[in-house]
């Protein structure tokens, strides 16, 4: 079994800067993808962006528009993400999630392909 937890959300104003970070505990040797999700009020869990254990990168553009950026490392069972120049938009609850296989691009995007979740960190973005 492997747990999630991820941590650094907070309020930030608008044009800041805040590093999210999750850790994997357990049987971190089962993780090949770990990635991170949000859910805005009102809205569908989205992709954000994820990392593989060969260091591959996949990000969704729509929602990281140059400004998020993913890091990590898979043996450690860590990853983060740095997010830049926030918007209100951003206000989300972020999600970190693991997964034990290789997805491909396309399967990042869904959440049926991940294994595991934490429990989320709520960043809000004042105006």
């Known amino acids: 079994q492997v747990h999630v937890a991820e941590s650094g959300g907070r309020l930030v104003q608008t044009g800041g800067s805040l590093r999210l970070s999750c850790a994997a505990s357990g049987r971190t040797d089962d993780i090949y993808t770990m990635g991170w999700f949000r859910q805005g009020p009102g809205k569908e869990r989205g992709f954000v962006a994820s990392i593989n254990r060969g260091r591959r990168v996949v990000t969704n553009a729509n929602i990281a528009q140059g400004r998020f950026t993913t890091s990590g490392d898979m043996v450690k069972g860590t990853v983060y993400l740095e997010m830049n120049n926030l918007k209100p938009e951003d206000t989300a609850v972020y999600y970190c999630?693991?997964?034990?296989?290789?997805?491909?691009?396309?399967?990042?995007?869904?959440?049926?392909?991940?294994?595991?979740w934490g429990q989320g960190t709520q960043v809000t973005v004042s105006s």
């Open positions: 999630a693991a997964s034990q296989r290789p997805l491909l691009d396309e399967e990042s995007y869904y959440s049926s392909f991940w294994d595991y």
